[in-house]
C-alpha cells in the first residue's frame, strides 16, 4: 500500500516541468543514430567525454547547448547537426 505521502510525490514528479520539457523525438533520433554506429549510449557518452547525468539532460533536450557542442555529437555519429536537433512544425 502506497501512503499518501509516496502518492503525492509521484504526482509531482508526473506533472514536472523536466518531464514535460523531455523531447521523445530527439532522444529516438540519437538513439538509432548510437545504435547504427555500433554504440551502446553509455559507451557513446563516455567516449565523449560526458557524464551519464549529462548525457540524460542532452539526448532529452533538458539542456540547451552550445552550437560546438552540437557540431561535436554530429561530427562522432557523421551526420550533419540538422538531422539531430531539427525544429519540427507541431500540428496540434
Known amino acids: 500500500m ?9 504526482k509531482i ?3 514536472s516541468v523536466v ?3 523531455k523531447n521523445k523525438a530527439l532522444k529516438i533520433r540519437l538513439q538509432t ?3 547504427s554506429k555500433g554504440m551502446s ?9 560526458y557524464s551519464r547525468q549529462v548525457w540524460y539532460a542532452i539526448s532529452w533536450g533538458i539542456w ?3 552550437v560546438e557542442h552540437k557540431v ?13 536537433w531539427q ?5 496540434d
Do not use: P
Open 2 to 10: 502506497i501512503n499518501s505521502n509516496e502518492s503525492s510525490k509521484k
Open 13 to 15: 514528479f508526473l506533472n
Open 19 to 21: 518531464r514535460r520539457g
Open 33 to 35: 543514430l548510437i545504435k
Open 41 to 49: 549510449e553509455a559507451d557513446f557518452y563516455s567516449h565523449l567525454g
Open 64 to 66: 540547451e547547448l552550445t
Open 72 to 84: 561535436k555529437i554530429a561530427m562522432a555519429l557523421g551526420v550533419d547537426s540538422s538531422v539531430i
Open 87 to 91: 525544429e519540427r512544425e507541431r500540428y
